[in-house]
């Protein structure tokens, strides 16, 4: 959902960080949340219940104005609606 309560259609498949982070050899109890950082370095933190959860945190491809391919973060919690990181170029493990 956006800010004004408008429904916002994804029409890109990703995956989730709960599946990510094991795939990558690493285990619930080596982090306790997650950072996104974007190209212009704006940062997201994902915290490790909302990684459990499963369903709420997602990346995706997305393409940018300049036709290069992107990856972008986002949130389908509802909390926050402008809670993403668009052209995410980093993303780390916080103790």
Do not use: H, W
């Not at 080596?30 to 990684?51: G, K, L, N, P, Q």
């Amino acid at each position: 959902m956006k800010g004004k309560g408008q429904e916002k259609k994804i029409a890109e498949k990703g995956v989730t960080f709960s599946d990510v982070l094991p795939a990558a050899g690493f285990n619930k109890g080596d982090y306790s949340s997650v950072r996104a950082v974007s190209f212009d370095e704006y940062t997201a933190r994902i915290s490790t219940e909302e990684i459990d959860y499963g369903k709420a945190a997602f990346q995706i491809k997305d393409p940018a104005c300049d036709g290069r391919e992107t990856s972008r973060l986002i949130f389908f919690d509802g909390s926050n609606s402008k809670r993403q990181v668009k052209d995410v170029v980093r993303i780390g493990l916080e103790k």
